[in-house]
């Protein structure tokens, strides 16, 4: 793997290094001044004071007990704020920011084995697999007897229906293409289970509790879905990024990736498994969130290049960045009545991608 290592950089102008290095700065910094900001404001009105002192008090009850001289560090901060902060707000934003981390990296590793700048991590059929396990397990009641079982349930739904379009494209070749097409094909069959499922609902509060699901929120995040999601995210984001040489290849061609030695086949499969991974563990626990593996990255390599060692993790930043405030419109802006995650990310996304492409004009970033 030597050559493949010491080819693992694309070529960049000088503004593109020099604007990898400054969002990479910017955002990096965004991330936990976004959730700062994120669990400061909501309907309850805590402000931003009383949010971060409500952070920080547990932390500061834990070490004064060897330092008695910290227990008058922080004002006096009500119960009912505290538990806010801690049980409602910090989970829910640490998972929008968890979650869109993980579309955003999911995003770009597929629009770089496909090729394509408009591929998004549900293109391998990993949303649909889930949601149709997800709308199942609602319709039947299942979900509303053991809870746990509808992010279970939806996490091995979505890899199935990888390992599916893995086995039947590895039958024709396994090409990119191949792959493609039958990812679209899976897609479309499951969204007809799906809609027939929820049409002969047996009971209307079923089906619209399914639509919600296929619409994503978070609404009912606590740290049992973050407990969920973040091992399989975060060794499918390690591995990943020590894929970045390969993917950097990918782009080149499979030609030249297979002239370097590289398993183009094998190396594809297996970006598209912990692409697979990370998608299927966020929306396991939020739903189907829209846009954000689609844009994020895409707006990222035109702003620095299709280099991965850069674009990976900027695109990690930016996807939490913008899912945890997508999050906070949802609940803010129209308050008491909350909006689905979902459907801000769509009202955000669609403008955004529409814009990039009229910008392009055509072109390949």
């Not at 920080?56 to 330092?67: F, G, H, K, R, V």
């Not at 996490?155 to 990119?176: E, K, R, T």
Request: aromatic share 6%; hydrophobic share 60%.
């Amino acid at each position: 793997m030597k050559t493949i290592v010491d080819r693992a950089s694309l070529p960049r102008t000088r503004n593109q290094k020099l604007r990898a290095r400054l969002f990479g700065f910017l955002f990096f910094l965004a991330v936990p001044a976004t959730i700062l900001l994120a669990i400061s404001i909501g309907p309850a009105g805590t402000g931003f004071s009383n949010g971060i002192v409500a952070l920080l008090t547990p932390l500061i009850n834990t070490l004064s007990d060897d330092l008695p001289a910290l227990n008058h560090l922080l004002p006096e901060i009500s119960p009912a704020t505290q538990s806010l902060v801690w049980s409602i707000r910090l989970p829910r934003v640490l998972l929008a920011g968890l979650v869109g981390a993980s579309l955003a990296v999911a995003g770009a590793t597929m629009q770089a084995v496909f090729r394509n700048p408009l591929a998004e991590p549900g293109v391998t059929g990993v949303s649909s697999g889930a949601a149709v396990v997800a709308v199942i397990l609602i319709v039947t009641g299942v979900a509303a007897k053991a809870p746990w079982v509808l992010s279970a349930g939806a996490f091995i739904g979505a890899l199935l229906a990888v390992i599916f379009v893995q086995i039947v494209a590895g039958l024709n070749g396994g090409s990119g293409a191949t792959l493609l097409l039958v990812g679209i094909a899976l897609n479309a069959f499951l969204g007809a289970v799906i809609a027939a499922t929820i049409a002969n609902a047996p009971h209307s509060d079923d089906a619209q509790q399914a639509m919600f699901w296929l619409n994503g929120d978070l609404t009912a995040a606590n740290w049992q879905d973050i407990a969920l999601a973040v091992g399989p995210i975060t060794v499918g984001t390690v591995i990943l990024m020590m894929l970045i040489p390969e993917l950097n290849l990918l782009l080149l061609g499979e030609e030249q990736a297979a002239a370097t030695g590289m398993r183009t086949v094998w190396i594809r499969q297996l970006l598209l498994a912990l692409a697979a991974l990370v998608t299927a563990a966020g929306v396991a626990v939020t739903g189907v969130i829209s846009f954000v593996g689609l844009v994020v990255p895409h707006l990222i390599r035109l702003a620095i290049g299709p280099d991965h060692r850069s674009l990976l993790p900027i695109s990690m930043c930016l996807g939490a960045v913008f899912l945890i405030l997508a999050d906070l419109v949802a609940r803010s802006l129209f308050s008491p009545v909350a909006l689905q995650t979902g459907t801000v990310t769509a009202f955000l996304g669609a403008p955004a991608l529409l814009a990039l492409i009229l910008r392009q004009g055509g072109r390949q970033p």
